[in-house]
Nanobody
């Protein structure tokens, strides 16, 4: 079992930056792909970014390319999402997730992830 706790969310003005963190506990997440998803108000949860277990490969949703960067520190069992040039449409609850498969690919599909955090709210004002 893996427990994930997100932090770093908050209220920021358009054009600003935030850095989200997701700390894993209970079992090391260092051998598994980790991802970030978000759920805007009234919408479905959607893929944002994911990173391979060793940090060698990362995938991004088109709407965050060039603005968001995912990274991980396996020594700290933590994954990060650096969000720059934030827009009001980035407002959402952001969730981190871990795949259950060993050395897995950084999938863009929710159903590929076995463990989820409780989410952290990001609000971008115009």
């Amino acid at each position: 079992q893996v427990r994930l706790v997100e932090s770093g969310g908050g209220l920021v003005q358009a054009g600003g930056s935030l850095r989200l963190s997701c700390a894993a506990s209970g079992r090391t997440a260092s051998n598994y792909a980790m991802g970030w998803f978000r759920q805007p108000p009234g919408k479905e949860r959607e893929f944002v970014a994911a990173i391979r277990w060793n940090g060698g490969t990362a995938n991004y949703a088109d709407f965050v390319k060039g603005r968001f960067t995912i990274s991980r520190d396996n020594a700290k069992n933590t994954v990060y999402l650096q969000m720059n040039s934030l827009k009001p449409e980035d407002t959402a609850v952001y969730y981190c997730a871990v795949r259950g498969a060993f050395y897995s690919y950084p999938s863009m599909f929710r159903e590929d992830y076995a463990y989820w955090g409780q989410g952290t709210q990001v609000t971008v004002s115009s």
